[in-house]
């Protein structure tokens, strides 16, 4: 777990601010996963990233919410406006290759508090 | 619509003895299978695989069958140890699909000492 950088650990925002959540994947992974768990609930994936490229973003809602991961530095995932049901953990995981061929290692999370 | 679903939300077992947690699908493309175990506060961590092809694979204390006809995978560990109190999650995911895993609710597992 400790190879997955995500930063910052607690995020707390008004309504109406952004969110930058960021997460450095291990060492010689280029494969970047993000999930959200609300209270009560399994994880749910957003979006999976390769370098400079988002390869599927079916789980990310349509409107407020973008994901990139540059070919410098870490991936962002950027909330816009954020409401009150924006509150849960952000989870992000990186793999060396698809994730069907390894298991993915994930970061500690991002746990975000709307107030 | 919940693919892969973990119908007990929590399940607690005495040390030393085994814990069964269970986990079903619906969705026939899945064709592996993982365990991550998660600690509060913390991010899940894996535990083992299995894919379609297999019925069982074994890792140490760990175990997880799969019955494809029936959809149902089942992680065992034995013995159970204190250290082994958390959330357990299912997921799945295809080799020929997207690249996402789906997640299953999660099982809380208390080892009673």
């Known amino acids: 777990n400790a190879g997955v950088m995500q930063n910052p650990r607690h995020l707390v925002r008004r309504r109406g601010q952004e969110a930058r959540l960021r997460c450095s994947p291990m060492?010689?992974?280029?494969?970047v996963y993000w999930y959200r768990q609300l209270p009560e609930e399994g994880l749910k994936f957003m979006v999976y990233?390769?370098?400079?490229?988002?390869?599927?973003e079916s789980g990310m809602p349509k409107e407020r919410f973008s994901a990139e991961f540059p070919k410098e530095g870490p991936s962002i995932l950027r909330i816009q406006q954020v409401v009150r049901g924006d509150s849960a953990a952000y989870f992000c995981?990186?793999?060396?290759?698809?994730?069907?061929?390894?298991?993915?290692?994930f970061g500690q999370g991002t746990r975000l508090t709307v107030v | 619509d919940q693919q892969v679903k973990q119908n007990s939300p929590s399940l607690s077992v005495q040390e030393g003895r085994i814990s069964i947690l269970n986990c079903d699908y619906t969705?026939?493309?899945?064709?592996?299978f993982l365990w991550y175990k998660k600690y509060p506060a913390e991010g899940p961590t894996f535990l083992i695989s299995?894919?379609?092809?297999?019925d069982k694979n074994e890792d140490g204390r760990f175990t997880v069958f799969l019955n494809k006809s029936a959809k149902h995978l089942s992680l065992h560990i034995v013995p159970s140890q204190p250290g082994d109190s958390a959330v357990y999650f299912c997921?799945?995911?295809?080799?020929?699909?997207?690249?996402?895993?789906?997640f299953g609710t999660g099982t809380r597992l208390t080892i009673i000492p």
């Open positions: 997921a799945a995911g295809s080799e020929f699909g997207n690249e996402k895993l789906t």
């Open positions: 969705n026939s493309m899945f064709d592996y």
């Open positions: 060492k010689g992974h280029s494969h």
């Open positions: 990233l390769q370098k400079e490229n988002i390869i599927d």
């Open positions: 299995i894919s379609s092809i297999k």
């Open positions: 995981a990186s793999s060396p290759a698809r994730q069907g061929a390894t298991e993915a290692f």
